[in-house]
Nanobody, 123 residues
Framework: QMQLVESGGGLVQAGGSLRLSCTAS????????MAWFRQAPGKGREFVSS????????VYTDSVKGRFNISRDNAKNMVYLQMNSLKPEDTAAYYC????????????????WGPGTQVTVSS
């Protein structure tokens, strides 16, 4: 059973940067595709980005392309989300997830989830 824990959230001004980290334990990390989702108050969980098992392929939702970068370190069992040029609309709880295929963008396609970390972007 894989456990995921996110860190690195916080309060930042618009235009600033944050780096989210997700630490995995209890499973074969390199066997899983990893993804980041986010959920703003009153909204559904939204796909942000995903990365394949080797780290060689990635997917981004259109609203974060060119601003966010996902990466992973299989030796450390970690996945990261570097977020630059943050906007108030990026404000949400951010979740790390593990699944089978990185091409999948629906939350239902991911098996394991972290508890989330809050990102708040002030204008």
């Amino acid at each position: 059973q894989m456990q995921l824990v996110e860190s690195g959230g916080g309060l930042v001004q618009a235009g600033g940067s944050l780096r989210l980290s997700c630490t995995a334990s209890g499973g074969a990390f390199s066997s899983y595709a990893m993804a980041w989702f986010r959920q703003a108050p009153g909204k559904g969980r939204e796909f942000v980005s995903s990365i394949n098992r080797s780290g060689g392929s990635t997917v981004y939702t259109d609203s974060v392309k060119g601003r966010f970068n996902i990466s992973r370190d299989n030796a450390k069992n970690m996945v990261y989300l570097q977020m630059n040029s943050l906007k108030p609309e990026d404000t949400a709880a951010y979740y790390c997830a593990a699944g089978v295929r990185y091409e999948y963008t629906r939350p239902q396609a991911y098996n394991y989830w972290g508890p989330g970390t809050q990102v708040t972007v002030s204008s």
